[in-house]
C-alpha cells in the first residue's frame, strides 16, 4: 500500500508498505481522507517535545474510512461501515480515566506518533476507538472530525460561549477557524484575529465563512475593534489558539471584567502575563486539551447539521505523492487545512 512515512526533520516521502493484518480486537479501515495538523507540523519539524517519536514513521491521526475487514472479536461494526477514529487512546487505569477525564490519560498514545498512523491507504485500529460516521456526512468532510472535536470542547464544554456573546479567537490556524465556526453556530459574534503572514490565505477563509477578521500586527487594531464591537466592555470570551506565548497576554488585554479566557494552542515558551488583572477583574482562565467521546460525537452532529462549512475549510490542493509541499505549504501559513485524499 502507498503511505507517507516521516523518515527525519523535515523529511516525509511515500513509501510502499505491507498492508496492516488486523489483531482479533481491531478493525482494518480503507482511509478515504487524512488531514494535516499542527502537531503533525510540529513532529515533521522534531520540534521540542516531539523528539520522542520514534523515525521512520507513517504519520497522521485525523482521518476518515470504511471498515473492510472485522477481528474476530470486534463487536458493534461490519464491513462498509463509515467511521473516524479517536487518535488519542486512553489507558482506562490511571486515576484521571477513573475520575472521568480520558483526555488528559497519564498514559496516552498517539495514532501517528507512538503507532503508524492514517497516511496510508489502510489502517489496522482497535474498534473501541471507533465512532460511526452519519450518513448525512461524507467521508471527506468526516476526516476532520478530530480538530473539530478539540474546537467542540473549547467552546461547548471548556468555556461559558452563549449566543450573543463577543468572542475573540486569537490564530487562524486550523483550531482557530474551527473554534470560530463552532462558536457562530451558537450565534455569538466572533472575530478571528491574524497576523500579516495569515493575509494570504487564512484570514480570507475565515471571512469567506461569514465571520469577522482583524490584522493584529496593525497598531491599535485589536484595541479599536474590541471598543467598537463590544461599547469598550471587553470580549466576553477569547479564546488563545495561537501556540504563542505572547498569546495569553493579549487575551487579558482584551477580556472584559468576569470573562474567561481559554488557552486551546499549547504556548510555545513560558508566557510572562500579568496576573493582575486576572484576579482583580475576577477573569476565568482554562486549558482545553484534546477532546472526549462526547466531543467526537458533537463534532459529528455540527457537521450532520451542516453548521461548520467543511468544504470551504479544506484544502484538497495536495497530492499524496507530494507529501511536502503540503508541509511546507501549512508552515508558510499558505494554507490552513490541507487533507490527503487516498480515495477518491
Sequence with gaps: MKAIVQTGPRSVETQERAVPTPATDEVLVKVHT????????????YDGGYEWIQIPRVVGHEYSGEVVDVGADVEGFTEGDKVIEEPIHHCGRCFQCK?????????????????????????????????????????????????????TRAVLTR?????????????????????AAVA???????????????????????????????????????????????????FDVVFDSTGHHSGISTGID???????????????????????????GE??????????????????????????????????????DDPTAAFDAFLDSRTCKPVFQFDG
Excluded at 463577543?166 to 473554534?179: A, F, Q, T, Y
Excluded at 491599535?220 to 475593534?225: L, N, P, S
Excluded at 474567561?260 to 510572562?272: F, K, M, R
Aim: contains cysteine; proline residues 5%; hydrophobic residues 40%.
Design 34 to 45: 487524512a488531514g494535516l495538523c499542527g502537531s503533525d507540523a510540529h513532529a515533521y519539524k
Design 99 to 151: 475520575n472521568g477525564q480520558p483526555n488528559v490519560c497519564q498514559n496516552f498514545s498517539i495514532t501517528g506518533m507512538h503507532r503508524d498512523g492514517a497516511y496510508a491507504e489502510f489502517v489496522a485500529v482497535g474498534a473501541d476507538h471507533l465512532h460511526a460516521v452519519p450518513d448525512g456526512v461524507p467521508l471527506h468532510q468526516a476526516a476532520i472530525t478530530e480538530p473539530t472535536s478539540i474546537a
Design 159 to 179: 468555556s461559558g460561549t452563549n449566543p450573543g456573546d463577543n468572542v475573540l479567537v486569537e490564530g487562524p490556524g486550523p483550531i482557530g477557524v474551527l473554534v
Design 184 to 234: 457562530d453556530s451558537l450565534g455569538a459574534n466572533v472575530v478571528v484575529s491574524g497576523l500579516d503572514r495569515d493575509a494570504e490565505y487564512r484570514l480570507p477563509l475565515v471571512e469567506d465563512l461569514g465571520i469577522e477578521t482583524v490584522n493584529a500586527a496593525v497598531e491599535g487594531a485589536i484595541a479599536d475593534r474590541a471598543e467598537s464591537m463590544t461599547d469598550g466592555i471587553g
Design 254 to 280: 482584551y477580556v472584559r471584567k468576569g470573562g474567561e479566557i481559554v488557552v486551546v494552542g499549547i504556548p510555545n515558551q513560558a508566557s510572562e502575563a500579568d496576573l493582575a488583572p486576572v484576579v482583580r
Design 283 to 320: 477573569v476565568d482562565v482554562n486549558g482545553s486539551y484534546g477532546s472526549t467521546w462526547t466531543n467526537f460525537e458533537q463534532a459529528l452532529r455540527l457537521m450532520e447539521r451542516g453548521e461548520i462549512a467543511v468544504d470551504r475549510i479544506v484544502d484538497t490542493s495536495y497530492s499524496v
